[in-house]
């Protein structure tokens, strides 16, 4: 793999010798790339990611693969709590209120696909941080097309021609979404899949979630070296 561009100091070992199986897309909520940057790379802040996307395509380098960046925070997928020695993490220079660049949307399909080969990791197990801690985080938010991902292989996507509903909650979760009151699981699982809807769960929800519980339920086993 590529050498580092931009080494950042906060990363440590992956705990339980675990190995990625995740990728968990974030967006920087920052007004520059090189703000972000700066805040990902400084040891005072202690946070970071495997990598940086800047609106034009760049890629910026920050964390070995094989290290625990501190990216994901508090939260769960499945059975997975310590995401950050689980996951690779990618952060999107957007401040969350802006459509996602072209170019910078192409840079990010050519990685999933690099790392996604490198680590056998599967389309359901890219997910957003907002996934992982709903309730608590909202990136990449509602601007971000995760149905352009599906379409290539390197997310998931709800059926449009499901028919079988059931319970929500329970089907979130069976997805991988945490243990979190259903309407905090409706508003996360609406984030990432509807964003255009509001107001009480429907049908289609309902529908939509079985659709995903159904095709992609959580891998509960562990990833270790």
Known sequence: ???????????????????PDLIVLHYTAMPSAEAALARLCDPQAEVSAHYLICTDGRLCHLVDEAR???????????DVTDVN?????????????????ETQMAALERLLEA?????????????????????RKADPG?????CRLARQGLSVWPRSDAREDG????????FGYPDAPPDVLL???RLRFRPWVTGPVTRADRVQARDLASRFPVDRHGATS
Not at 1 to 19: C, D, I, K, V, Y
Not at 142 to 146: A, G, Q, S
């Open 68 to 78: 625990r960046a501190w990216h994901a925070g508090a939260g769960a997928w499945g």
């Open 142 to 146: 509602p601007r971000f097309d995760w």
């Open 1 to 19: 793999m590529a050498g580092l561009t931009h080494p950042s100091p906060n990363h440590g070992e992956r705990r339980g010798r675990a190995r």
């Open 187 to 189: 508003a996360a699982f």
């Open 85 to 101: 020695s689980r996951s690779i993490g990618i952060e999107l220079a957007n401040t969350g209120a802006q459509p996602f660049a």
């Open 115 to 135: 790392l996604m080969r490198r680590w056998a990791i599967r389309p359901e197990r890219v997910i957003a941080h907002s996934d992982m801690a709903p309730g």
């Open 167 to 174: 319970d929500l909650p329970g089907d979130l979760r069976r």
